[in-house]
């Protein structure tokens, strides 16, 4: 993967500190490492609707990014919200 986005470190217990490169899921927003000159097909992919990063749970699934979901529960609460609920 040529540009992953992001950049991790993991700190553990005994005192090591593991660096590596990452990703956010577009569908799901799950932060995910990636291995050196790993490809995006190995990860998951990309999604070709909202071309965004997606990981390998999110593929077969369909394309709803993780904004739009936002949105639809905003828009829920506020319907609810207008009802009186």
Known sequence: MR???GY???VYECGQVVE?????????????FV???ERP????????VCMGLICAECVD??????EKKLEQQEA????R???GL
């Not at 097909?41 to 070709?48: A, M, S, W």
């Open 3 to 5: 540009r992953a986005g």
């Open 8 to 10: 991790g470190l993991a």
């Open 20 to 32: 590596k490169d990452s990703y956010t899921c577009s569908h799901c927003n799950r932060v995910k």
């Open 35 to 37: 291995q050196p000159k």
């Open 41 to 48: 097909e190995d990860l998951g992919g990309l999604c070709k």
């Open 61 to 66: 699934k369909g394309c709803t990014p993780f």
């Open 76 to 79: 829920a609460y506020h319907a």
């Open 81 to 83: 919200r207008s009802y």
